[in-house]
C-alpha cells in the first residue's frame, strides 16, 4: 500500500475548496526566472497540458518558446516549489520545442513521453525514466506524422494514442515498445489539436485544430471504436482551447478565451461554467500560456499560467464527491522468477467501479475485475513493471509492483546430469575453494 498522504500547501489549499470554486495556490519559483524562453515568448508558449505524477507527487512538463530547445519543468508538492532544467539526450531539436498536447505520463511504469513537433524528431517520442532519471527514444513510426497533434495515454488499450491532422492515428504500445496504427484517420482539423481521456467514462475525446475542420470532435471508446461527435461552439485546439478533466465527474472543462463549458461525451451537452476562471485575465487575455491536468488524488483541477511577474497557478473543484476514495492493494507472489517463468499478481480494492491493466506484458493491460481478482502473468524473461489503474465515485488510484528474473549459473552435479546453481551458492562454493587453495600453500 502506499504510504499516507502529507498535508502539504496543494492538499490544504484542495481540501478547503467548494464545488465550482477557484482558488489559488501559492507557490514557489513560478515566475519569469523559471518560466520565461526568449523572445518575450514562455516555456508554456502553444501549449495546453502537462502531467501529474500521483505516486511521486509531481508535475511534469516539457516545451519551450519561440526559436528555443525544449525546458524541462517540475513542480513538487512535499517541497511546493517549481524547477526548471534541460532535458538530455542529446537529440532536441535545437529551436523548435513548443508542447502543444505532446505529453502524456503513465506513472504505472513510471515513464513520461513527449513529441518533439519538429519533422527531424517528430517520427519518434521522447521517453524519460522517472526513476532512472534518464531519456530514451521509442522506435520509428510508419511514417512522421502532422506537425502539431496531441499524445495522450489510453490505460483501458495499454498505450498511448496520437492524433495529428488528418493523417493515421498511432498507438504506442510501451510494454512491447511498438508503433501500430489504430485508425486511418479522421476528418479533424490540420494541427494544433487536443486529446483528452477520461477515467470515469473509460474514453478520449480529440479533435479541433487549424482550417475547416477546427469545430470538429470524435470520440475513442475502450472498444476502439472511433465515434463522431457534435461540433464545439467554437474552435478548438492548442492556442484555441484548453481542455483537461474533472477527475470527479469523468467530464471535460473546455475554456475558451470568452467562455467556459462542462461537456459530457457521453449526452453530449455543454453546460456553461457559473464561474469565470480568475487566470483567463492574466498576462495576455486568454487561454493562451495556460496548462491544466486533473489531479485525481484530490478531486481537482490544477491550471498554471504565465503572464509574467503575474504568474499564478490556481486550482478549481468542478464537482465535490461525497463517496470515499478507491483502495488499491496489488502483488505479484513470487516476486522473482527464473527466465521464462510465471508470477501471480493478485489484486483488491474497495469503493471502485474499473479497475485496468497497464505496462507488463501480454494479456495483462487492459480492464480487470473488480473489486478482486487474480492473474498468471508471464513468461517473465526481465525485470518487468506491473501497474494497475483503478477508479470510482470517490477518485482515482495506481499501484504498481515488479517481478524480477533471478539469475542462474548452469553447472553439473555430482550425478553426472546437468543442473544449475543459484548465483549466490556458486559464489560461495568459490569461495571455499579459493580458501582451501590458499591454506595448501602455507
Given at each position: 500500500m502506499a504510504a499516507p498522504l502529507q498535508a502539504t500547501s496543494l492538499s490544504d489549499v484542495a481540501a478547503a475548496l467548494p464545488e465550482g470554486q477557484w482558488a489559488e495556490l501559492a507557490t514557489s519559483g513560478f515566475n519569469p526566472a523559471t518560466l520565461d524562453d526568449g523572445a518575450a515568448s514562455s516555456v508554456f508558449w502553444f501549449a495546453e497540458d502537462m502531467g501529474w505524477d500521483a505516486t511521486r507527487r509531481q508535475l511534469l512538463y516539457v516545451g519551450g518558446g519561440h526559436d528555443s530547445d525544449a525546458e524541462f519543468v517540475r513542480y513538487s508538492e512535499v517541497t511546493n516549489a517549481w524547477s526548471r532544467s534541460k532535458p538530455s539526450g542529446g537529440f532536441w531539436h535545437a529551436n523548435f520545442s513548443h508542447a502543444y498536447d505532446h505529453i502524456a505520463l503513465i506513472p504505472s511504469v513510471g515513464r513520461l513521453y513527449f513529441r518533439q513537433p519538429a519533422s527531424a524528431e517528430s517520427d519518434q517520442i521522447e521517453i524519460y525514466d522517472l526513476a532512472a532519471g534518464t531519456w530514451s527514444r521509442s522506435p520509428l513510426m510508419a511514417q512522421a506524422p502532422a506537425c502539431c497533434g496531441a499524445l495522450e495515454?489510453?490505460?483501458?488499450?495499454?498505450?498511448?494514442?496520437?492524433?495529428?491532422?488528418?493523417?493515421?492515428?498511432?498507438?504506442?504500445?510501451?510494454?512491447?515498445?511498438?508503433?501500430?496504427?489504430?485508425?486511418?484517420?479522421?476528418?479533424?482539423?490540420?494541427?494544433?489539436?487536443?486529446?483528452?481521456?477520461?477515467?470515469?467514462?473509460?474514453?478520449?475525446?480529440?479533435?479541433?485544430?487549424?482550417?475547416?475542420?477546427?469545430?470538429?470532435?470524435?470520440?475513442?471508446?475502450?472498444?476502439?471504436?472511433?465515434?463522431?461527435?457534435?461540433?464545439?461552439?467554437?474552435?478548438?485546439?492548442?492556442?484555441?482551447?484548453?481542455?483537461?478533466?474533472?477527475?470527479?465527474?469523468?467530464?471535460?472543462?473546455?475554456?475558451?478565451?470568452?467562455?467556459?463549458?462542462?461537456?459530457?461525451?457521453?449526452?453530449?451537452?455543454?453546460?456553461?461554467?457559473?464561474?469565470?476562471?480568475?487566470?483567463?485575465?492574466?498576462?495576455?487575455?486568454?487561454?493562451?500560456?495556460?496548462?491544466?491536468?486533473?489531479?485525481?488524488?484530490?478531486?481537482?483541477?490544477?491550471?498554471?499560467?504565465?503572464?509574467g511577474d503575474d504568474s499564478r497557478v490556481y486550482l478549481y473543484r468542478h464537482r465535490a464527491s461525497t463517496a470515499p476514495p478507491p483502495t488499491l492493494t496489488l502483488t505479484a507472489n513470487p516476486?522473482?522468477?527464473?527466465?521464462?517463468?510465471?508470477?501471480?499478481?493478485?489484486?483488491?480494492?474497495?469503493?471502485?467501479?474499473?479497475?485496468?491493466?497497464?505496462?507488463?506484458?501480454?494479456?495483462?493491460?487492459?480492464?480487470?475485475?473488480?473489486?478482486?481478482?487474480?492473474?498468471?502473468?508471464?513468461?517473465?524473461?526481465?525485470?518487468?513493471?506491473?501497474?494497475?489503474?483503478?477508479?470510482?465515485?470517490?477518485?482515482?488510484?495506481?499501484?504498481?509492483?515488479?517481478?524480477?528474473?533471478?539469475?542462474?549459473?548452469?553447472?553439473?552435479?555430482?550425478?553426472?546430469?546437468?543442473?544449475?546453481?543459484?548465483?549466490?551458492a556458486l559464489l560461495g562454493l568459490i569461495g571455499v575453494a579459493v580458501g582451501r587453495r590458499r591454506a595448501s600453500a602455507f
Open positions: 495515454y489510453f490505460p483501458d488499450l495499454g498505450g498511448l494514442v496520437l492524433v495529428a491532422g488528418d493523417g493515421p492515428i498511432y498507438f504506442y504500445d510501451p510494454a512491447a515498445n511498438l508503433w501500430s496504427t489504430l485508425a486511418s484517420g479522421a476528418a479533424i482539423g490540420d494541427y494544433h489539436n487536443f486529446a483528452e481521456y477520461s477515467a470515469a467514462h473509460r474514453m478520449m475525446i480529440f479533435g479541433g485544430g487549424e482550417g475547416p475542420n477546427g469545430m470538429t470532435l470524435f470520440r475513442l471508446d475502450a472498444n476502439r471504436q472511433i465515434t463522431r461527435l457534435n461540433d464545439a461552439p467554437q474552435r478548438m485546439g492548442t492556442t484555441h482551447s484548453v481542455v483537461t478533466t474533472d477527475p470527479v465527474s469523468g467530464n471535460f472543462l473546455v475554456f475558451f478565451d470568452t467562455a467556459s463549458y462542462e461537456l459530457d461525451p457521453v449526452t453530449q451537452a455543454w453546460t456553461p461554467l457559473t464561474t469565470v476562471p480568475p487566470w483567463i485575465a492574466l498576462g495576455n487575455a486568454g487561454v493562451f500560456n495556460a496548462v491544466a491536468t486533473p489531479v485525481p488524488t484530490y478531486g481537482i483541477t490544477l491550471v498554471a499560467k504565465y503572464a516476486a522473482a522468477v527464473g527466465a521464462g517463468g510465471f508470477s501471480v499478481l493478485s489484486w483488491s480494492s474497495t469503493d471502485t467501479a474499473h479497475c485496468t491493466g497497464t505496462g507488463g506484458i501480454n494479456s495483462w493491460p487492459g480492464s480487470k475485475s473488480v473489486p478482486n481478482g487474480s492473474e498468471n502473468v508471464g513468461p517473465v524473461q526481465a525485470l518487468t513493471s506491473f501497474g494497475l489503474s483503478c477508479s470510482g465515485p470517490g477518485g482515482a488510484v495506481q499501484q504498481s509492483v515488479t517481478v524480477d528474473v533471478q539469475i542462474t549459473v548452469s553447472g553439473s552435479s555430482s550425478g553426472g546430469g546437468g543442473g544449475s546453481l543459484d548465483l549466490l
